[in-house]
């Protein structure tokens, strides 16, 4: 098997993976309110990159990990994304119609419930992430704490009101990096964070460390994104495409050019992949997520 394989092999099993835990954290259907719970598992399951609990695993592996910590950080990053994209879909919002393929949940369902599943979602990942596991209790409070500030007015929600501020206005590279660090890299750095701190022998230096690739990823994937938003088809994406150009949104594309902006992703990623020389064959994984954040097509 050559290494491209043994990669695209662990990336398949731990999106499965992180589908039966998602599946198994998530109320039941059958439990009242049926419609409610039916909603957050259909916006849940069964789509997606899974970019954000794949991250939290091969963080993971750079230490001795308590596997109920990272399944249960798996699962609340996860439901924190899912809840963002079905608010985000709304229309007061990017008003969309379509997400992973599917009819957005206002759509499928109605703009009440998708206000619901999203409040539900959220208070379901904390509710998931303070679970009994072995870690000591320190280091269980900060995993909360790191996905709090991730989702709060200080990170994606932050990010998202910068955004929403900024229609149809001009911003600076500085100012679209300090929202998207916000709206898009919040998440992923708590992911990378989330994975460290299930991991009771890696130090304050080394989450320091591994932070410093996570907030590389996170602007490199929001500029992808931006690209991809010009160059890709809906079919691809999976989403709306051109919905940022069609609402003026300020991107990198807007910033810099198409080309520019592909370039500028790649620096980053570069970036990204020298702060994991410390930890060596261990973070092939992390090393794999950051190549595939240029090279994926939705």
């Known amino acids: 098997m050559t290494q491209a394989n043994d990669l695209k092999a662990w990336q398949q099993k731990a999106q499965a993976q992180t589908e039966l835990v998602l599946e198994r954290l998530l109320p039941s259907e059958h439990d009242k309110p049926a419609k409610l719970h039916e909603a957050m598992r259909y916006v849940t399951l069964g789509g997606g990159k899974r ?71 959220q208070t379901q990942a904390f509710g998931v992430l303070s679970r009994a596991t072995e870690l000591p209790a320190a280091r269980q409070l900060a995993m909360l704490s790191t996905l709090a500030k991730a989702g709060g007015s200080l990170g994606m929600a932050g990010g998202q009101a910068i955004d929403l501020a900024n229609v149809g206005k001009t911003m600076n590279q500085a100012e679209l990096e300090e929202m998207h660090g916000l709206k898009t890299g919040a998440l992923i ?71 520019e902006a592909r370039a500028y992703a790649e620096k980053l990623v570069d970036e990204a992949v020298a702060s994991l020389q410390p930890f060596g064959s261990k973070a092939a994984h992390l090393l794999w997520l950051a190549e595939f954040v240029t090279a994926r097509k939705n």
């Open 51 to 121: 970019l954000r609990p794949l991250l939290v695993l091969a963080a993971s592996e750079l230490g001795d990990a308590d596997n109920a910590a990272v399944e249960q950080a798996m699962g609340a990053i996860e439901m924190v994304h899912v809840y963002s994209l079905v608010h985000d879909d709304m229309p007061p919002m990017d008003n969309d119609s379509l997400r992973r393929g599917k009819p957005t949940c206002h759509v499928q369902y109605d703009e009440a419930t998708a206000l619901l599943v999203g409040d539900a979602l």
């Open 189 to 259: 750095r708590a992911a990378v964070v989330l994975g460290a701190l299930a991991c009771p022998d890696l130090s304050d230096e080394q989450i320091v460390q591994l932070d410093q690739y996570a907030a590389k990823l996170g602007l490199a994937f929001q500029v992808v994104d931006d690209v991809l938003d010009c160059e890709a088809d809906t079919a691809t994406l999976g989403k709306t495409a051109g919905k940022d150009a069609g609402n003026d949104k300020p991107t990198y594309v807007k910033l810099m050019g198409l080309a």
